[in-house]
């Protein structure tokens, strides 16, 4: 949220001294550069920690809400023999 708003900020001062829909499309791709930079940042600093966060390579169960399809139809339904 924070890289959101920085970017955002960045791109707005830089295209106010074009106009106005300059400063709106720079402040979208200031958005945009401010959101990858603190997704990279927060990767780097997961990947640095010395316990792994727990859920990072779970795989889903058929009871998880992103199992495949075929899980989910595979699964017993109740009153089906």
Do not use: C, E, Q
């Amino acid at each position: 949220m924070i890289g959101m708003s920085v970017g955002g900020w960045i791109g707005w001062w830089l295209g106010a001294f074009v106009g106005t829909m300059t400063a709106f499309m720079l402040s979208v791709v200031g958005t945009a550069v401010g959101v990858y930079a603190v997704r990279r940042m927060v990767a780097g600093v997961a990947d640095a920690l010395p316990i792994a966060p727990a859920r990072r390579n779970h795989k889903p169960s058929a009871h998880s809400a992103t199992a495949p399809a075929h899980a989910v139809a595979d699964r017993p339904r109740p009153g089906n023999p």
